[in-house]
């Protein structure tokens, strides 16, 4: 025995140096830590993977089509620009300048020769005037000198030949008469015309140039005959004129026809050839006012600034070969890296379960530069529409905030939510109004979002914090409005659209939730409540194999459920955990008293040990089944820490009886301890006493609330004095709080009841009890 007693004051003491508080370590064994290792890589990979962003976002333009500018933009380096419009106004005046092409009709000149050809063979074919058709003679004005004339030309070779150059001579004086049909001659003539002229291609002399009064018509050729007489009058004789004119005018035809193909190249030729019109732009000139929206032009001159600005920071050297341009990147991905060192020192001091759990880490720093990419992405988008750009840049910022209070706690959201929205700012260039925005919705949404208990409670906060958002982006875009051009509709078509933004980052949460609690391995009320149905599969098979248990764990529930609220813990949390936490003993019910049902206690036949391992086995087995069943991490946590490391009292005493019935050493206490691990929380702490009172409570004989509350309490210090809070966050004064919930809760389950009277003594009873003694 005073071995045992030595055994058991060692083992105190080494419990008591154990717990007492430990010097502050310095910084060299601070920097030792593996999580502070873990927090500088994650810092470093947010400060590569975000300047990789920074660098991606710097290639798109800020300002869209449409966006009404509040000041008027300047330069801020002197830059040459295009001017498109006026450039294209001149490429446009060149190309209508430059003259048609039009090729030679020539069809029609070979019917032509060939008419003239047979009025040369009725020289030869007819003797006299009347031979000839009287149709010809009319067609064509042939008389007896006519024919008298023309049979002249065909007496030999020699006067062929000269009727054949006359044709010659007379077909070339046509050809250099640009006649055009009725279309040709409208168009080419019109008012609005810029060319003061067409060009035809001779057939021997090339290109001609025909101004508008040169030009004829089929249907008005009236200066076309008189040129084809003059030509007649010199080559032919007075004779035979007026039958050649005859000849040409009765199937009169273009002499020259458009040429399409030569035209349209012609006039893209001239416009290529016209030269950009140049318009340079010094410092402070400005180069679109305040108050008006911008064109694609606008857009294009404000990228050439930027591309004229970034390639002056280029050329500009900050330090040796460094670049300004390179010298700012470095600075914009510093203020990065200045923000994440700022967040991790964050979660070191205040969020500390976070930083020593590397997956934690990984999850929060793929949010945070998941946000920040998409948060690039969406912006992208909404080129054409600038309502959207600040709305599309806010979304990310909402949905980060919302996942992170619902995952951790309403301090951390809104603390890494500003973080957000301060790495958004730099990457987009976006102003303070931006922030105060931002901040405004994320406010409302660490505020409201405090437990999930239905699907509606994240539209309902998504709501307020949109109306949040809007009445700040009004009052920001009041405050710094251009009243140019009178309209107030944008003051309120932002605001709208970030009330329908802050709305639909609550449906996309909702939408999302379930990836949410299983990347981050957190449960909600919502999914709790589900949980705690007990038509579930599991609680309804432990409800027939162990009805003893499952009476058992409800009042669990309800004590664990009301203990909580006392000390402002999550009860719904206690109450599911309490339906959960004794799952394991499903697998053998009959070795648990609570499922005997006054019958043979099965370990009379089991020696300490055997029955030790049956007891201790359940919390492994209900492990087991939480898995096989896909329960939450959370539940899992109590039904591993629900007895901690406390000892197993009635089989160690019972070993203790059988070794010293054998003369042999007394067994060790810790042989007979659950192996833990302690509760972590105060809600598992929770538990753990519970689930002790409850089954102590029904040992006593008389229940009477005075000796509860000595139960309560002797139990309660009892855990306390064995160590098995140390590792929850439980104080003294919620102790004593949880004492009195869970003995008012005792008392309720207790209560007195009158007995009722017999029939045979219902008279004499029923005078000796008072009528209000007498309701239960």
């Known amino acids: 025995m005073a071995t045992n007693g030595k055994f058991s004051n060692s083992s105190r003491r080494r419990d008591v140096r154990r717990n007492l508080p430990k010097p502050p370590a310095g910084w060299k064994e601070f920097l030792r830590q593996g999580y502070v290792r873990w927090a500088v890589v994650y810092t470093l990979g947010m400060t590569l993977l975000g300047g990789m962003l920074i660098h991606a976002a710097d290639r798109r333009a800020t300002y869209v089509v ?20 006026q450039t294209q106004i001149r490429k ?10 039009y090729k030679h009709n020539e069809a029609f000149f070979v019917q032509l020769r060939h008419d003239l050809e047979q009025l040369l063979a009725i020289g030869e074919d007819y003797d006299n005037i009347d031979q000839v058709p009287l149709a010809v003679r009319n067609d064509w004005f042939i008389d007896r000198w006519t024919l008298s004339q023309l049979k002249q030309f065909t007496r030999d070779d020699k006067d062929r030949q000269q009727w054949t150059q006359k044709v010659d001579r007379f077909l070339e004086g046509i050809a250099g008469q640009a006649l055009l049909s009725p279309e040709r001659f409208l168009i080419e003539t019109n008012q609005d015309t810029r060319s003061p002229m067409i060009k035809i291609v001779h057939p021997h002399l090339g290109e001609l140039a025909r101004a508008h009064s040169e030009i004829y018509s089929t249907d008005k050729h009236g200066r076309f005959r008189k040129n084809v007489t003059k030509f007649a009058t010199t080559l032919f004789p007075a004779t035979v004129r007026k039958a050649v004119i005859a000849v040409v005018m009765e199937k009169l035809a273009p002499t020259y026809v458009i040429d399409e193909k030569l035209t349209v190249q012609r006039r893209q030729s001239a416009h290529d050839r016209v030269v950009p019109v140049k318009t340079t732009f010094l ?9 008006a929206a911008l064109s694609t032009q606008d857009i294009q001159l404000l990228e050439m600034e930027d591309n ?19 010298a700012r990147f470095v600075g914009r991905v510093c203020v990065l890296l200045v923000i994440c060192i700022a967040l991790w020192a964050y979660l070191i001091g205040f969020a500390r379960r976070v930083a020593v759990n590397p997956m934690r880490g990984l999850a929060l720093s793929s949010l ?49 939510g500003a973080v957000h929205t301060l790495i958004v700012m730099v990457t987009l260039h976006l102003p303070v109004g931006f922030a105060i925005v931002a901040l405004s919705g994320v406010g409302v949404i660490t505020a409201c979002l405090d437990d999930v208990r239905s699907r509606s409670r994240l539209v309902t906060v998504g709501f307020f914090s949109g109306l949040a958002m809007a009445a700040s982006c009004f009052f920001v875009s009041l405050s710094d409005w251009t009243w140019a051009g009178g309209g107030t509709g944008q003051l309120w078509q932002e605001p709208v659209i970030l009330l329908v933004m802050g709305m639909a980052a609550g449906f996309l949460i909702q939408g999302v939730l379930p990836v949410v609690e299983k990347l981050f391995r957190v449960t909600t009320s919502m999914t709790l409540r589900e949980l705690n149905d007990a038509s579930l599969p599991l609680l309804r098979r432990m409800a027939e194999d162990a009805p003893g248990t499952f009476q058992h764990s409800l009042r669990i529930a309800d004590m664990s459920e009301a203990a909580a609220e006392a000390i402002g813990a999550n009860g719904l949390l206690c109450r599911v955990g309490a339906m959960y936490h004794d799952i394991g003993k499903m697998n053998k019910p009959m070795y648990f008293v609570e499922n005997q049902g006054g019958g043979p206690n099965r370990h009379n036949k089991l020696s300490p040990a055997m029955s030790l391992l049956i007891i201790v086995g359940h919390v492994k087995d209900g492990i087991e089944m939480a898995r096989e069943y896909a329960l939450p991490v959370s539940l899992r946590g109590f039904i591993e820490t629900h007895h901690g490391t406390t000892l197993v009292e009635y089989f160690y005493h019972a070993a203790k009886q059988q070794k010293e019935a054998e003369n042999a050493p007394a067994p060790a206490d810790f042989e007979f301890r659950y192996p833990g691990p302690k509760p972590q929380t105060r809600e598992q702490a929770i538990l753990m006493l519970c689930d002790a009172l409850e089954g102590a409570s029904r040992t006593l004989t008389e229940p009477t609330p005075v000796r509860l509350e000595q139960l309560v309490h002797a139990i309660a210090m009892k855990r306390l004095m064995d160590g098995q809070f140390d590792q929850s966050t439980l104080t003294l004064k919620e102790l004593h709080r949880i004492e009195q919930a869970i003995t008012k809760t005792l008392c309720a389950i207790y209560h007195a009841r009158i007995a009722y009277p017999s029939e045979a003594n219902a008279t004499s009873d029923q005078a000796k009890t008072s009528p209000a003694s007498a309701v239960s």
């Open 308 to 326: 004229a600005y970034r390639q002056s920071l280029r050329d500009q050297k900050f330090v040796g070969s460094v670049s300004i341009s390179t």
């Open 66 to 85: 449409g966006q009404v500018t509040r000041t008027a933009l300047v330069p801020r380096v002197q830059f040459q620009a295009v001017d498109e419009y």
């Open 92 to 101: 446009q005046n060149a190309s209508d300048r430059e003259p048609a092409i």
């Open 368 to 416: 945070l530069v998941g946000g920040h990419g998409l948060a690039i992405a969406l912006t992208g988008l909404t080129a054409g529409d600038p309502q959207y750009f600040y709305a599309m840049a806010i979304l990310p910022t909402l949905l980060a905030t919302m996942i992170l209070a619902i995952s951790y706690n309403q301090r951390m959201a809104l603390a890494l």
């Open 283 to 291: 410092p402070d000139m400005v180069m679109t006012p305040a108050g």
